[in-house]
T-cell receptor
Framework: AQSVTQLGSHVSVSEGALVLLRCNYSSSVPPYLFWYVQYPNQGLQLLLKYTTGATLVKGINGFEAEFKKSETSFHLTKPSAHMSDAAEYFCAVRDQAGTALIFGKGTTLSVSS | GAVVSQHPSRVICKSGTSVKIECRSLDFQATTMFWYRQFPKQSLMLMATSNEGSKATYEQGVEKDKFLINHASLTLSTLTVTSAHPEDSSFYIC???????????FGEGSRLTVL
């Protein structure tokens, strides 16, 4: 069965600092991997996804993530945090098209000025 | 990208009543849709997989008689919370996929408050 572990339920950074949100997955087959962002009382917005091909994936708002099969990781990074990045971030895995996404527990990102 | 719409976005009901939430794929056909539930400050938990023209598949621990799912067409799935109680208050989110990209598109969510 597939699963997702997000290390750190809460990450705090200063504006302009590097953002690193960690995600490890477990899947018996090559996975599809996703990062979503959720603002309070809103739905999910896709930041980026890995399906096949290049392991470094660039997403919206300056975020990127790298799929490392050997480490079963898909960490999310952004070189310079903005105040507007403060939100809840979810890593998710899907083992094949047609199945549901399985989400990690989420990481709350706080950005201070 | 593809659009999935949920209605209503917010609903308040009295304990004991039933509430229906609709999930529509606006510009694509979805043979499968998924329903999630999210408690405050928690992750999304898969409730059930909704299959067009057949019975939904429920996750362990989800009461199928309480959370009725109907997927009558390729663009519409409904979740009915029957005899709602305050503990059913939550954020319900549907999703649907398109093609082989692996991506699922999410509705805006429906916040249910049971008084």
């Amino acid at each position: 069965a597939q699963s997702v572990t997000q290390l750190g339920s809460h990450v705090s950074v200063s504006e302009g600092a590097l953002v690193l949100l960690r995600c490890n997955y477990s899947s018996s087959v090559p996975p599809y991997l996703f990062w979503y962002v959720q603002y309070p009382n809103q739905g999910l917005q896709l930041l980026l996804k890995y399906t096949t091909g290049a392991t470094l994936v660039k997403g919206i708002n300056g975020f990127e993530a790298e799929f490392k099969k050997s480490e079963t990781s898909f960490h999310l990074t952004k070189p310079s945090a903005h105040m507007s990045d403060a939100a809840e971030y979810f890593c998710a895995v899907r083992d094949q098209a047609g199945t549901a996404l399985i989400f990690g527990k989420g990481t709350t990102l706080s950005v201070s000025s | 990208g593809a659009v999935v719409s949920q209605h209503p976005s917010r609903v308040i009901c009295k304990s004991g009543t039933s509430v229906k939430i609709e999930c529509r794929s606006l510009d694509f056909q979805a043979t499968t849709m998924f329903w999630y539930r999210q408690f405050p400050k928690q992750s999304l938990m898969l409730m059930a997989t909704s299959n067009e023209g057949s019975k939904a598949t429920y996750e362990q621990g989800v009461e199928k008689d309480k959370f009725l799912i109907n997927h009558a067409s390729l663009t519409l799935s409904t979740l009915t919370v029957t005899s709602a109680h305050p503990e059913d208050s939550s954020f319900y989110i549907c999703s649907a996929g398109q093609g082989k990209s692996g991506e699922l598109f999410f509705g805006e969510g429906s916040r249910l408050t049971v008084l």
